[in-house]
């Protein structure tokens, strides 16, 4: 093996200077600064680091290699605050455990791919390259199983649209169907930095009076580009108890409204989960029986269907469905109760989830505002009562708060619940990501 000194190299302009031959060792004397005043290619610039990391974090130093072994815990790598373009810094799952224990990387305020959120690693086996571009894109992973935008993350929804209104009575003996409550959906996705979520909260249905039917409740709903639209359906609304033949069937929607009763036909309680989805949003609505005491049916909830009016009254509001997406856990989409005729029969309960009560000589009971409960059927005797109204609606998200972006309108309630930031809407706004 041959070895060169170069003491003072000065090609002509234009010239390309080989240094030696494959194998040769080149020396470059003591005092001597290399300085790069054009493009250097082909240079490795990594210094690999002997100590397997395995704690759960990391300040990483530029023109490192770093071997990150999540065995035991998760790690977060915290990027340098400052940096310059050609910067390079490379991960690597050391154990191929990083699905298991994820790898977060804290950008310490510099921008990565363009965006701000802390990329989160979950494949086992993966190689992270990352080179500093500048202060628009910042930091850029060029190796091969690496390139792919790692700007998103998961966001946990719950979608429960607005309780119908509760069937009224019209002047005469009767009891008005419990409404159904509002649909009932989850979902989880992931969402892309930057990404515009709007959020519809729909409200609660009003309830039915004299001649006036009830109405059905609005739907919520969450959208936006490369986000999975999910629907829930206003809860639908129970049927008006009319003097004799003219009473109602209870109406369709997310869960279906129960049967008014004034001594006509047996009427049917509404379908639930109307248009239908996977999984249900919602149960039917309960039927009237009939009887001397005029019993409506409850109203569906998200987790049952409502009873049906007997001979005794009774027609409950179906039960909702508990969540605990805020970190406590509370139900939400119960039915209505109905009404029935004066003291001759019990008036129906609301499903737990904020349905509301029936009357048996008055005015439903309004479902919950914010749970989607169906309102409540009025009954009683000769004057015309009102059916409760739905209560309005909920959308929630469920968002690490390591990804968190504070951007949001229409004032969510914004709290913690142990890693995740919980974005509550009572009234339809926007999350960006």
Known sequence: MSKIEVDQVDPQSGTTLTLGTSGDTISIPAGVTLANSGTATGFASIAWQSTIVTGTTLSAVAGNG????????????TLPGSASVGDQIIFVDY??????????IDLNGLNYQGGTANPVYDTNGQTVNIVYSGATNGWIPISDDDVTNEQSYDIDF??????????????????????GAGGYRTSTQSITTGTVITVTVGNGGSGGVDTTD????????????????????????????GNGAPSTAGGNGGSGGGAGNSGGPPYSGGNGNTPSVAPSQGNNGGNATESTVYSGGGGGGASATGSNGTTSGLGNGGNGTASSITGSSVTYAGGGGAGTYDSQGTAGSGGNGGGGSGSISGN????????GGGGGGSGGNPSATTGGNGGKGVVILSVPTANYSSTSTGSPTVTTSGSNTILQFNSSGSYTA
């Open 66 to 77: 770093y071997w990150i072994d999540t065995t035991s815990n998760a790690c977060t790598v």
């Open 95 to 104: 154990a191929r455990t990083w699905a298991t224990n994820n790898l977060t």
């Open 158 to 179: 719950l979608v429960v649209a607005g309780g119908g209104g509760g069937g009224g009575r019209v002047a005469g003996n009767g009891g008005g169907g419990g409404a």
């Open 214 to 241: 009830a109405t059905q409740g609005s739907d919520s709903s969450i959208s936006g580009s490369g986000v999975t639209t999910i629907t829930s359906t206003g809860g639908g609304k129970g049927g008006q108890a």
């Open 364 to 371: 439903g009971t309004a479902g919950t505002i914010n749970t």
